[in-house]
């Protein structure tokens, strides 16, 4: 194994589209295999829709050299199967049908001696629970091809760096398997390769994700009690993860994205007896929307009107990726409050909501601005140049990223989640 293999990647999405074109660039010969003939449009026809710009170069690079191509029907005749398909969740319970859906396509093409890999994030017991029993069904024995499950664990922004780059951890069902999927990995990245089983992968992808969510949910604790004693937050976290072993997360609007706010869920379904702590989490991170907008109500009474625009429609700073976005749910919940919202973003893409077109058209006549993420097209935004737009100037910064003397300075009221308040709320000290 090694170079030169014949590789189909199911599911061309955020995941597979880079690792397929990833692959291609090594030497494979790689079958990009998609069930939605929009995505393979839009590959066709220049990958246009790929907005991260390193992503769209490789994917481009990739296609150009013809060692990867495009399939709206799953190819017969690789030698491994990986799988990157979406793993959502729906009320708060896995949703594996993709997984067994993608299973069950792979399944009536396999061979005996290929290679099946599962990139796709998935609850601890699903390769043996449902990928195996797919392969059964189909009449596959699953001890006569290797299966591994490889989570995958890049970052949206640097997604082809860490695709290189990060360490790898591949769990194999039985003897043999794992190292089989080692070699592949091995042909295009330089990070370490840890092989275990495959219920180890399976946990070690959901606990970290999971231990983000509780250390964001510890930073949202400390920016509500540190308001509450008139300390800010930011600074305190700050000089706190001075110290060697301390390492305390930001806090936020919220958790978005499709992993941080799913991925516990999959340990917590498993058994909810023991997973106090991380569905505790969970509902901190689910209540901070709810507290953007308190803080909002505070400050803009919902009379008829009122205007609130949203400064990042994104999960995170300078990703183009909506979904679970924190603004979904503070636009809801003022909606139905009664204001008027509109969103501004530069880098989102697919909203669920509509967005304003320009800066200024989302600020004209507002009564307050909310910074909801931290692009770095935002730090340009002056705030004398736009202060004459708006019917009020505030703005509710809750990502303590905008200069809050500088917008002080031109004349706005400044709220910033976890800041220091004028006003703190208790602890009135004993005289
Ligand atoms: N996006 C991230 O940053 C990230 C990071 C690490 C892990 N993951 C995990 O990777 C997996 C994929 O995530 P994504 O963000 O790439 O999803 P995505 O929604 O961007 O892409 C998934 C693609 O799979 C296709 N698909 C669905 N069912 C299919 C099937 N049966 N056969 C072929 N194609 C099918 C969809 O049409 C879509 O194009 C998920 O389990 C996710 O949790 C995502």
Not at 330 to 351: K, N, S
């Amino acid at each position: 194994m090694g170079s030169g293999m014949n590789v189909c990647v199911v599911g061309l999405g955020y995941i597979g589209l880079p690792t397929a074109a990833m692959m291609a660039l090594a030497g494979h010969d790689v079958v990009g295999y998609d069930v939605d003939p929009r995505v393979l449009r839009a590959l066709a026809d220049g990958a246009a829709h790929v907005k991260e710009k390193p992503v769209r170069a490789l994917v481009v690079k990739a296609l150009r050299s013809k060692k990867l191509t495009l399939s709206s029907e799953i190819p017969a005749g690789s030698q491994a199967y990986v799988l990157c398909v979406p793993t959502p969740t729906i009320d708060h319970k896995p949703d594996l049908s993709f997984v067994q859906s993608a299973s069950a396509a792979v399944a009536a093409v396999l061979n005996p001696g290929d290679l099946l890999i599962v990139e796709s994030t998935v609850p601890p017991g699903t390769m043996d629970r449902v990928v195996v029993p797919a392969l059964r069904a189909a009449g596959v024995d699953p001890d006569s091809v290797a299966i591994a499950h490889c989570p995958e664990r890049v970052i949206p922004g640097a997604i082809v760096k860490e695709l290189r780059e990060n360490a790898r951890v591949v769990g194999g069902r039985k003897p043999g398997d794992a190292e089989q999927a080692r070699a592949l990995y091995a042909s295009f990245t330089s990070g370490a390769i840890n092989t275990t089983d495959t219920m180890t992968a399976e946990l070690v992808k959901v606990i970290e994700n999971t231990y983000r969510d509780i250390n964001i949910a510890f930073a949202n604790e400390l920016a509500l009690l540190s308001e509450e004693l008139g300390v800010d937050a930011h600074e305190a976290i700050a000089l706190a993860n001075q110290h060697p072993r301390v390492n305390i997360l930001s806090p936020g609007p919220g958790v978005g994205g499709h992993c941080i706010p799913v991925d516990p869920h999959f340990l917590s379904n498993a058994n909810p007896f023991v997973t106090e702590l991380i569905q505790t989490a969970r509902r901190i991170n689910e209540r901070m929307p709810h507290v953007v907008v308190r803080r909002i109500v505070e400050h803009v009474a919902a009379r008829d009107g009122a205007i609130v625009a949203i400064l990042g429609a994104a999960y995170k700073a300078n990703v183009d990726d909506t979904r679970e976005s924190p603004t979904e749910r503070v636009e809801e919940l003022l909606r139905e409050r009664g204001y008027l919202t509109r969103v501004y973003d530069p880098v989102a893409e697919r909203y669920r909501g509509e967005l304003a077109a320009s800066l200024e058209d989302a600020v004209r006549g507002a009564d307050a601005l909310v910074l909801m993420v931290g692009h770095d097209a935002f730090a340009a935004i002056d705030p004398v140049a736009i202060a004459p737009l708006l019917r009020r100037r505030l703005l509710i910064d809750t990502r303590a990223f905008l200069p809050a003397a500088r917008w002080a300075a031109a004349g706005y009221d400044v709220y910033t989640l976890g800041g220091k308040r004028r006003d703190p709320l208790h602890f009135v000290t004993a005289s």
